[in-house]
């Protein structure tokens, strides 16, 4: 659903001047900011854009018997450190504010660290990221289903916990080819919705991205 997208005229020649141009920019931008061997905290597009995205609410979330919290990680240790998995304890060093953290999933798939699994038992032999429901993604977002899957990777339907929002979030595949492919695409939606800052061109805007558990992770809007 958010590989294609019907553009006017203009934005489609305008894509395809961006594809020829950006492909050296990106892989500085893949050195620089992908490749990483910590995973990073949510943070906005700084790489060229000088626009920032006001999150469109898709509805309000009634509140939920769910755990919520908006804390630092020494915060949620101290509290609630039976929720966490090993992983998530090291994770924990490089985020500085907790909105959600799977309280509620089966994280058990995640726990196989045999010399068999893939990525820390995160992916499965495709380099897909195994897909747990209300598990989080960068102690934000909260996984609710998948709503569409391709060569590219999978998009679920998340609820953003920071703005009480549900959003789009596209999982790139974890190999070299499809994580090269979207940081070219994440070139030309920084530089659409530059131009559409105004909504007017009824483009589906990026709003924001994360790379999580070696994955590239891009948040949209959600559709309604």
Known sequence: MLDRCEMPPAYTIL?????????????VF??????????QPLRSLTFRSKYTPKPKPYFKIPQLSYIRVSSNPEELVKKYSNFLTDMEFEELKVYKEIWYFGQNANKNNYNNKSSTSTNSGYDDENGNYKIIEHDHIAFRYEILEVIGKGSFGQVIRALDHKTNTHVAIKIIRNKKRFLNQAVVELNILDELREKDADGSHNVIHMLDYIYFRKHLCITFELMR
Request: aromatic share 0%.
């Open 15 to 27: 894509a395809k001047q961006l594809c020829a141009v950006v492909c050296p920019i990106s892989r």
């Open 30 to 39: 893949l050195m620089r900011s992908v490749s990483v061997v910590a995973e």
